[in-house]
């Protein structure tokens, strides 16, 4: 989800941030309340050939509601994070296993 500011500033609030959906009705609901977004500046991206500066959303407050703070969304990023090297250490040890024993399967039947 992108947001641009008032003062022309993109920001970016990944899925990868969790709890997309909630974040979203936050901000359609939004009633013109002050919208305080938490960031850092080298945090940030551009999506190719795309020539805008999008910074990563780490809080999110509407008012004195907060949305996401810092720590909700740093334990989805961890999460995220946590679960990519699962699966990535799950597929290389799967290829293993497959060339291991696709390996033994042509040498017997030579």
């Known amino acids: ?40 500046n080298g945090f940030s991206g551009s999506p190719v050939g795309d020539e805008r500066q999008f910074h990563n959303v780490l809080s999110l407050q509407i008012g004195a509601q907060t949305v996401r703070s810092y720590q909700q969304i740093e334990n989805a990023w961890q999460s995220d994070n946590h679960f990519g090297v699962m699966v990535s250490k799950g597929l290389f040890i ?14 017997r039947g030579q």
């Open 94 to 107: 799967g290829s293993t296993l497959l060339l291991l024993f696709g390996g033994a399967g042509r040498f």
């Open 1 to 40: 989800m992108r947001l641009q500011l008032i003062d022309g500033s993109w920001f970016q609030y990944s899925s990868k941030a969790g709890d997309i959906e909630n974040v979203y009705q936050a901000l359609q609901r939004n009633d013109g309340e002050l919208l305080q977004v938490g960031y850092v």
